[in-house]
């Protein structure tokens, strides 16, 4: 009896532990996960390692507060002094913007809610403007809804108001004269030479907007002419609370519409850029006038001869000392140029000074274009454009200080760089 039994125990033993192996099998084929092949994955956007601090009530402590590095893809900028500028771009659709107030040394996070989504990358001058570090105003077209939304700042970009625009049409330009006196111009129905205008303007800083301009909508009672349908808007500036300007494209050659009232009335400007240097150009291009200094009494605008035959475009100038009232033209005498940058204009600083990128060599003048001499070749210049070799933007605030956007599209990178004497060395910010 004692060997039947303790056969029996063997046996139990023997059964249990086949019946446990059968569960735990059953349990792994259910939690085991199928093996999964790598999907591929988008290049991540960076290229800019930038140094983050944290804004105090005194804007920005560089030396007292923590920091830290982030890599960041830039898609535009703008110096508002020697020292301080703003660099933005938009990461899954929100926008990351940043402001500097020591030369690119450290930067402070100035982004609005990441509720606020921008599926396209913001333009300065279309959908963001600075007077000064502190006063400031970033545009949120509609996109589907009733409204526009405008963000506007006093603080630097610590803090964000919001308002709206009664307006869901595309914002084609936006300008503000002062913290105060700003104006915003929509579009819609938009050709390649016609579009609808309405011009809104505010008179503090951004929080309710008045129209003051429409160029469908006829009301007997105010017989103001109006910026023409005919004509795609390429820029809007005003020299002061009553005077300005919008440039627009009108199929070969470009025209120019001033007001002296604030914007409500409007009227075509002198025929200047009617030049037989045109004459052999499949289209004459140009963007908004750009004024100098405090008195804003003298300015420039780049005017380019685009040829289609060999898609390139040749760059002179229009100069102003008299606000705008008669243009000047000038000839640069430079080559034409071809390629993905050749959309890059001259940039100047005032009458006299002025800078022009053509291939990896910076050229500069100082007698408004007539003469060109060509900078010291940069190594840092020359080897960033080599990996970066799209030109985004060119600034010089000063002649001393000037930033350079590059990037490369198709890896979804960006590099700033700076000089501080005028062009002739670089460096990565």
Known sequence: ??????????????????????????????????????????????????????????????????????????????????????????????????????????????????????????????????????????????????ETIVLRTRDGGQSWKVSSLPDANPISSMYFYSPTHGWLLTSWDTTAIKESKALYSTVDGGATWKNVMQNEQYNPKLPNPAIPMAGVTTGMIFRDSMHGFVTLQTGALPKIYTTNDGGKTWQQGAPFLINERFEGCDRVITGRPEFFGGGRTTGWMSVGCQKDKDNSITYDGYFTANGGESWKFRTFGFKSRTGGNRHLSPTFLNLSTGWILDGSMLYQTQDQGATWTALKSSSVLEDKLLEYPEIVKLQFFSSEVGWLLIEKKEDKRSILLQTTNGGASWRVL
Do not use: H
């Open 1 to 146: 009896m004692p060997s039947k039994t303790q056969g029996s125990k063997v046996l139990s033993v023997v059964l249990l532990l086949m019946l446990s192996m059968l569960i735990l099998s059953a349990c792994m084929s259910k939690t085991a996960a199928p093996a999964q092949t790598p999907q591929p994955t988008e290049p991540p956007e960076e290229g800019q390692t930038i140094t983050l601090i944290t804004p105090d009530a005194r804007n920005m402590d560089a030396e007292n507060n923590p920091k830290y590095q982030i890599q960041t893809r830039l898609t535009d900028f703008q110096l508002l002094s020697e020292s301080e500028g703003l660099a933005w771009g938009v990461t899954k659709n929100e926008l990351r913007m940043y402001i500097t107030k020591d030369n690119g040394t450290t930067w402070a996070n100035i982004s609005p809610s990441a509720n606020v989504q921008f599926p396209s990358n913001p333009v300065y001058g279309k959908e963001i403007f600075f007077t000064d570090p502190s006063n400031g105003w970033i545009i949120r077209s509609a996109y589907g809804m009733t």
